[in-house]
């Protein structure tokens, strides 16, 4: 726990800092509608997000003679063995970095302000749920990268080089992003973790908030540091984003969430 702690603050907490401190204060009123709609759609990116991670770490296993996955909407699990099940811990990671990096080419070619929006957060979450798990799984072996890790024979030299490409990745990231747009991010952030509660439970409460929590920490972190150094490239989208929409898509996944993946499905 310790060691996770340490993490945290090294590349969640020291980042935002930086990123707050250098930044510029906008002297604008706050534009509560933005903050509304970029916490909703927040809330949706990272739940989709997920669940697209739920799904390739339980494709691969499908696909897989010897093994039978269940989807759920908050975890996955599996009966009988293969030799190779330990590596296909690591394939959820990767889709939602392809996910990432598909979204941010979408956020570039939006012009509605509500799709602009909704792709930049899709990106953000995709960067950034994948960008945690590897820096996690560089240094604990329980996760889901760690997991593959472990499989592939890495020593815990190689694992310690993983951390700084991570590094870069964020720093990437989110400089593409902050490139592309700078939405209000701090508060609906923070924010979206209370309306993405719902899609996690039941789970063990520390589980069901610590996930989200992490991953807007460290994305939020980065984005904020990118942002004091990076200037916006893209020109601004005419108009505002919409709230009932995405807001009606938030619930509709609810009840798809706990109604049909809570009991899991099984391949």
Not at 32 to 47: M, Y
Request: with cysteine; hydrophobic share 60%.
């Amino acid at each position: 726990m310790t060691t996770i702690v340490l993490l945290l603050i090294a590349i969640g907490v020291v980042p935002l800092i930086v990123g707050i401190v250098r930044l510029r204060r906008d002297p604008a009123a706050i534009d509560r509608r933005a903050i509304a709609a970029s916490t909703i759609l927040a809330a949706l990116a990272f739940n989709l997000t997920f669940f697209w991670q739920e799904i390739w770490l339980v494709l691969p296993k499908a696909m897989t003679p010897g093994l039978h996955p269940i989807l759920y909407h908050n975890d996955h699990d599996w009966t009988g063995t293969a030799p190779i099940v330990e590596l296909l811990q690591g394939t959820g990671a990767i889709s939602t970095l392809v996910s990432g990096i598909a979204f941010l080419f979408i956020a570039r070619r939006a012009t509605r302000p509500t799709a602009r929006l909704f792709a930049w957060w899709m990106a953000f979450e995709g960067f950034f749920q994948s960008a945690s798990q590897f820096a996690i799984g560089a240094l604990i072996p329980g996760n889901d990268v760690g997991r593959a890790l472990t499989w592939l024979g890495m020593s815990n030299a190689s694992r310690g080089m993983l951390l700084p490409i991570v590094g870069i990745l964020m720093a990437k990231a989110s400089q593409a992003l902050v490139r592309i747009d700078r939405p209000a991010i701090l508060l609906p952030a923070a924010l979206s973790i209370l309306l993405i509660i719902p899609f996690r439970v039941p789970r063990d409460p520390i589980e069901v908030v610590l996930i989200p929590i992490v991953v807007h920490l460290i994305g939020t972190g980065w984005v904020m540091l990118g942002a004091s150094f990076t200037p916006v490239k893209a020109p601004p989208v005419q108009g505002r984003p919409a709230l009932a929409l995405p807001f009606a898509a938030l619930l509709a996944i609810l009840l798809v969430f706990q109604c049909i993946l809570r009991p899991g499905i099984a391949f």
